[in-house]
């Protein structure tokens, strides 16, 4: 294709960007997206709120609400007009999407938002509101770029990097219900580390060394997540980025501190005042106004809050309330960010924001979450370390992301704490901070030029598995463990052979293979059982199948080995093999299906047909093998002997034999040339 685009998918803000390749030296370019501004109105913005407000009956003329591609009149609205309309009727906005969609304990298909809705608001799911957001900017961009439709690029969408493997999987699905059919998800914190690269493309070698740990530290309107990116030295003495780690998902952002202030002043301003739901909504834009501005740079010592007054008296009605510059970082600074110790944890308890139905982070604190990230990963870091007597756990190099972080004030308190915590007694210490331009559009346009990565120019970041996985197993005592299959910072290609312990495998019966994933025990080693703790790990999706093994059909049990290996396109592939034969069975999940559309996600619904042994397999590639070569068997019987070897009838051969047919029919088509009756029976056993 000829045009590579970024799309920065944020829970308060959107942004695309895109890359010309027919236009060289290759340039990153902001894509502004055309949007309503006010009924009748519309302007090209670099920014795309993430907001959808549902009109009222009548409550605009016809068309005021459509943009050129609009064949009928609109009902709805995304964007800057949704968001600040939306602000003075709440019970017809849907906010937080992004956060709603990474939500498990809800059907995140299902009808939700918002989630207070006005009684005769026809409610949507996070799903819907998330494929809405790119629905509009697919037509935004078809609507600059005819000749170019959005879905013949490359597109590149980014999620924090902490979304599980669920909710990165719906944000493809909404992407497809959006028109996008083909597209590659990318992680937020590496889009911003992209962008930074694409700033230094003639001397990042220069600014950083091998050892280094990079601390990508990304608190949006939304979400809190962080990562940690190494620097490792090569043969030729140049260097590479290897991402090691990422933290848990918390749903803790800029909303959380826009809402904080507005209760703040309701309570201690505006004492014997209730204010409206309008009214509070439109105190909540204000105060993310009167934050940007009093914890910025040269920031005043007050500012003036204006909120309109409900009802008719909407002029004489309205309040003022100032506030001061001291009382904003007492609420905020320290309230959010407060200078704790290394070894803090944050509070486990259920949130005071729980009411809106999102599932806040328990504690407020983002500094004892950041403290918990790196503690967490001290032990992983460790080997990595270069410089004697440093602790593992402290980062060389922060860079900062998100619009959290356009306050000066909190970006210092962040530089200050971390000092804090790996200084010496006799030395004080502070992390290198690297700095994108413009932060609010780093992500979208990392993302643009990671798609210059994948065509093979560019620096790319290594990064392998960011979780750890294990299966389920039962011990001798009848307890229920975890068996780590795979750790965290497994490379594409790598394989382990857990050859040490020995299971009993269930065959010819059904069986459930419970899988768990951890992005917090990043150090656990191959074949180590530990405690089910649901603080540490979260189940997916089990596999339900039956391994079948020869004509028997009477249910037993053999003794196995386990062996993993994360294969170059992104599955898990386990391997049971008999510890005292030959018999294997191979079973795949898919650990990143989420981050393209075209690479199926693991549903289950295959494998619960079940899966035969390897040596049945094989008696059925020699079968069919022989069947397709000169003088060898005569394919007029392959499909009964197929059966015999299988002892299944054909209508009840599973879809994973299936494949293993289809593979070796391509392998053998030569062999349909051999005559009438091979082309025959090629084609029809092909389907």
């Known amino acids: 294709s000829r045009y590579i685009v970024g799309i920065d998918l944020g829970t308060t803000n959107s942004s695309a960007a895109y890359i010309d390749t027919e236009h060289k030296p290759f340039k990153v370019e902001n894509f502004p997206i055309l949007q309503i501004t006010a009924p009748g109105e519309a302007e090209a913005l670099d920014l795309f709120p993430s907001f959808y407000y549902e009109a009222a009956e009548s409550e605009f003329s016809e068309g005021a609400i459509n943009l050129p591609w609009h064949q009928e009149n609109q009902k709805s609205v995304t964007g800057i007009f949704a968001r600040d309309h939306g602000a003075q009727t709440p019970g017809r906005l849907v906010v937080s999407a992004k956060s709603w969609l990474s939500h498990s304990g809800v059907d995140r298909t299902a009808p939700l938002l918002p989630w207070r809705a006005a009684q005769d608001v026809q409610k949507i799911s996070p799903l819907d509101a998330t494929s809405y957001y790119l629905k509009h900017i697919h037509q935004a961009w078809n609507h600059d770029f005819p000749q170019y439709p959005l879905n013949e690029q490359d597109v590149i969408i980014t999620v924090p990097a902490s979304f599980d493997e669920i909710a990165r999987e719906l944000t493809v699905t909404a992407a497809a219900r959006a028109g996008l059919s083909s597209i590659v998800l990318l992680e937020e914190p590496q889009a911003a580390f992209y962008c930074w690269i694409n700033q230094h493309l003639k001397d990042w070698q220069s600014r950083v060394n091998a050892g280094q740990k990079i601390l990508v530290c990304d608190i949006g309107g939304g979400t809190t997540d962080f990562s940690l990116i190494q620097v490792r030295g090569k043969e030729d003495g140049s260097v590479e980025f290897h991402r090691i780690s990422v933290g848990d998902h918390l749903i803790l952002g800029g909303d959380n501190l826009d809402l904080a202030l507005a209760y703040h002043i309701e309570k201690n301003h505006l004492k014997s005042k209730k204010l409206s739901p309008g009214q509070f909504g439109a105190l909540v834009r204000s105060c993310q106004r009167a934050k940007e501005i009093l914890l910025g740079h040269d920031a005043p010592q007050k500012k003036v809050i204006n909120i309109a007054g409900a009802g008719s008296a909407l002029i004489g009605g309205s309040l003022q309330v100032e506030v001061d510059r001291d009382e904003v970082t007492d609420v905020l600074l320290d309230g959010f960010f407060p200078v704790v110790d290394l070894n803090d944890k944050p509070v486990i308890r259920q949130s005071g924001f729980q009411e809106f139905g999102l599932p806040y982070a328990p504690d407020a604190a983002a500094t004892k979450y950041l403290a918990s990230f790196l503690t967490i990963n001290r032990k992983a870091a460790r080997q990595f370390t270069t410089e004697t ?299």
């Not at 006799?426 to 990565?453: D, M, T």
């Not at 088509?669 to 029976?681: D, Q, S, T, W, Y």
Request: charged content about 25%.
């Open 389 to 687: 007597g440093a602790d593992p756990a402290r980062p060389d190099i922060i860079l900062f992301n998100g619009g959290v972080f356009s306050s000066e004030s909190i970006r210092n308190r962040i530089i200050e704490t971390v000092g804090k915590w790996f200084s010496k007694d006799s030395e004080h210490w502070q992390p290198q901070i690297f700095k994108n331009i413009r932060p609010e559009l780093a992500v979208s346009r990392g993302a643009a030029y990671f798609g210059l990565v994948r065509r093979g120019c560019g620096v790319r970041i290594s990064a392998g598995l960011a979780r750890s996985y294990y299966i389920v197993v039962e011990t001798e005592k009848k307890q229920m463990r975890a068996l780590c299959l795979a750790p965290a910072g497994l490379g594409e290609g790598e394989s382990i052979e857990l050859t040490s312990q020995a299971f009993d495998l269930l065959i010819r019966q059904p069986v459930e293979f419970e899988l768990y994933v951890s992005s917090r025990r990043t150090t656990d080693k191959p074949g180590e059982l530990v405690e089910i703790d649901p603080l540490d790990m979260y189940a997916l999706p089990p596999i339900r199948t039956v391994l079948r093994s020869g004509k028997k059909q009477e249910a037993g049990s053999v003794k196995v080995v386990l062996n993993v290996k994360l294969t170059e396109i992104g599955t898990l592939d386990l391997w049971f093999s008999e510890q005292n034969g030959n018999r294997s069975w191979r079973l795949q999940f898919d650990v990143r299906s989420a981050t393209r559309t075209d690479i199926a996600a693991h549903k289950g619904t295959g494998e619960m047909s079940g899966f035969l042994d390897n040596a049945t397999l094989e008696q059925c590639r020699n079968k069919i093998t022989d069947s397709f070569r000169v003088n060898g068997d005569n394919p007029h019987h392959l499909i009964k002997n197929l059966e015999d070897i299988t002892a299944t009838d054909r209508n009840s051969w599973p879809p994973s034999l299936l494949r293993t047919f289809w593979e070796v029919l391509m392998d053998v088509e030569h062999g349909r040339k051999i005559g009438p009756v091979h082309e025959a029976r090629w084609l029809n056993f092909l389907g």
